[in-house]
């Protein structure tokens, strides 16, 4: 009984360490679009900053909106690969995007 019992021992503990590999490995493509995601919200608010310096406003708007997209995309990817604690910092950018949008009067 005890050679089948560390046979299953470690059957499970090898069952065991290849999920954990197999979750890490399908969680850095996440990983990686949310950071994607993260950097074209960063380039469309500079779009966003020179559209208004170009006074265009209903562009700002939309741009703006877009942006607000991509964080929500970032924020689902970075829970998806186990990053939550970039998730919630994810948070205060919105916060600023929400700024931004009131200062342009975006509805």
Do not use: W
């Not at 005890?2 to 299953?8: E, I, N, P």
């Not at 607000?68 to 919105?94: P, T």
């Amino acid at each position: 009984m005890s050679a089948m019992s560390a046979t299953l021992t470690r059957c499970l503990a090898s069952l065991l360490a290849g999920l954990a590999l197999t979750s890490a490995a399908s969680a850095v493509p996440a990983c990686i679009e949310a950071q994607r995601k993260v950097d074209e919200a960063n380039a469309l608010r500079f779009q966003a900053r020179q559209e208004a310096r170009l006074g265009n406003h209903d562009r700002v708007c939309d741009t703006l909106d877009e942006v607000g997209d991509r964080y929500d995309d970032a924020r689902d990817a970075f829970e998806r690969c186990g990053e939550g604690v970039v998730a919630i910092d994810l948070r205060s950018e919105l916060r600023g995007l929400r700024i931004a949008k009131k200062i342009n009067r975006c509805d």
